[in-house]
């Protein structure tokens, strides 16, 4: 891409800036075109109440702390995103945490609103298994509460040796009470990519992070996919947190056509444009997204919309629209900055606001999913030869009570007794299946009532996106 180098250029010199910023003696700051007098009064004013309270202070004072809660809170007022780490290991923690292997739960967190939240469970992982969700909140860690903590140190607590055990407390949105969930740590490895053909010759590229190795990932996908003779491609960027922004471009290019594909913003006026030289995809496409949607991950879903270039399908993304650099500090730290905000095509913010679906739809999960499976293959079986009818009683009735009941006949017990209460929701039940409403548990009733479990079940642990992305693409 032919910004590419102009923009390591100008990165290149942001953090060379950096480094001298923060390498300068007691933190003087070089003068720059604009007045930073004030700036400078306040820190001579510092070294005065400094030295006033060492005189002063009936303890004595331990100087390391306190230049590193002035760091931390110097950071803090920047933006959720910009961290300073104390000492290099748990900057080293941080850059292994967004590349490559580490051992975790296998969760993307960030700092919103004074919380953190979860952006996302990583596809397969030992969080997205146990039932955490885009959109929880986590507020203690081994019982221990981290509901004020910052996100670099909750990611501390949750790291930890293969195979081990940590219980995290969520406070999840419609539960009064914080969820408990215990999770085995397990080594997680990056792979971003994988792809398979579905029905309709329709290609599926499933992406779940943006790593150094995305990029190739997904054209050899699109090409092994290509040689299936695919009609259509679906892109699933759901629950995709981000990762590396060049990446994202990489492979949006691969989409949209020639011309802009996201803009970086800093102080309020555009810096850089990255553009696309390639020609639009040749067949139509379908991207889907949902609240754990972030960061470089929105970049290419708002280029695909603003392009034309596909229908964006699923729930508002998250709205993280700022890029960060990261470097090691000469004094034993390091330091995460935002260096930019992100912009689309059409110059819409993503900050904040997020990407817009073209078609919203949700996926209904049912958390008790499990436990509605485990309950209904407890079920007894309708095996039976005789046709129960008012008054009559056996396994047939049992088992028909248990199906109805658990289909939302409520008034119906379990009983083995065929009673006017069960009498009649048979007869409803016949009725809503289209066959006489006769309230004779006969072959045809039994086995409809069968059927119905098992598509009440699927339908529980359906992908209505997906579902939606293929018809529109057939």
């Known amino acids: 891409m032919k ?20 390498s300068l003696a007691n933190m003087a700051f070089a003068e720059e075109e604009k007045d930073i007098t004030y700036v400078d009064e306040q820190l001579d004013f510092l070294k005065d109440l400094v030295k006033y309270v060492d005189a002063k202070y009936a303890d004595d004072i331990d100087y390391e702390k306190i230049v590193d809660e002035v760091y931390n809170g110097f950071f803090e007022a920047l933006d959720p995103y910009s961290t300073y780490f ?22 993307v967190i960030t700092t919103k609103d004074n919380q953190c939240v979860v952006i996302s469970a990583m596809a397969d992982g030992p969080s997205y298994e146990a039932g955490i969700l885009s959109g929880d909140v986590i507020v203690s860690v081994d019982g221990e509460d981290v509901s004020e903590a910052t996100s670099e140190y909750i990611v501390s607590l949750l790291r930890g040796e293969p195979g081990t055990k940590v219980t995290v407390g969520i406070k999840r949105e419609g539960y009064a009470e914080n969820l408990q969930f215990e999770i085995i740590r397990e080594t997680i490895k990056l792979s971003s990519v994988s792809h398979e053909v579905k029905e309709n010759h329709i290609g599926y590229i499933r992406i779940v992070s943006f790593d150094s190795n995305t990029g190739e990932e997904f054209k050899d ?59 639009q995809i040749d067949i139509p496409v379908a991207v889907l997204v949902n609240g754990g949607t972030a960061s470089a991950s929105e970049i290419m879903a708002g280029a695909i919309q603003d392009s034309n270039s596909g229908t964006i399908i699923g729930t508002q993304t998250f709205g993280k629209g700022s890029a960060q650099t990261s470097l090691n500090l000469k004094n034993g730290g390091g330091m995460k900055l935002t260096v930019a905000h992100f912009l689309t095509p059409n110059k819409n913010v993503i900050h904040q606001n997020g990407i817009t679906p073209d078609i919203v739809i949700e996926n209904k999960a049912n958390p008790d999913f499990d436990e509605l499976v485990e309950q209904a293959e407890q079920f007894a079986p309708m095996i039976e030869s005789q046709k129960p009818t008012l008054n009559d009683q056996g396994l047939n009735v049992f088992g028909a009570q248990q199906r109805l009941a658990f289909l939302g006949y409520d008034q119906v017990r379990v009983t083995g007794i ?19 409403p006769y309230g004779v548990l006969d072959h045809t009733t039994r086995d409809l009532l069968e059927t119905e479990i098992v598509d009440y079940l699927n339908n529980l642990n359906r992908d209505a996106q997906l579902e939606k992305a293929i018809e529109i693409l057939k």
């Open 3 to 22: 910004n590419k180098k102009r923009i390591a250029r100008i990165l290149a010199l942001v953090i060379a800036f950096l480094m001298i910023f923060f």
């Open 86 to 107: 104390t000492r290099n290991d748990e900057y080293d923690d941080f850059v292994e945490s967004v590349s490559g292997e580490y051992t975790g739960i296998g969760v």
């Open 221 to 279: 996908a699109l090409a092994k996919l290509r040689e299936e003779n695919i009609q259509s491609l679906i892109i699933d960027l759901r629950n995709n947190g981000g990762g590396y922004i060049n990446t994202a471009l990489e492979v949006a290019e691969a989409i949209v056509p020639k011309g802009p594909i996201m803009h970086f913003e800093s102080k309020g006026e555009i810096t850089e444009t990255y553009e696309s030289e390639t020609p």
């Open 418 to 436: 065929l009673d006017e209460v069960t009498f009649e929701a048979i007869k409803h039940f016949q009725t809503a299946k289209g066959i006489f």
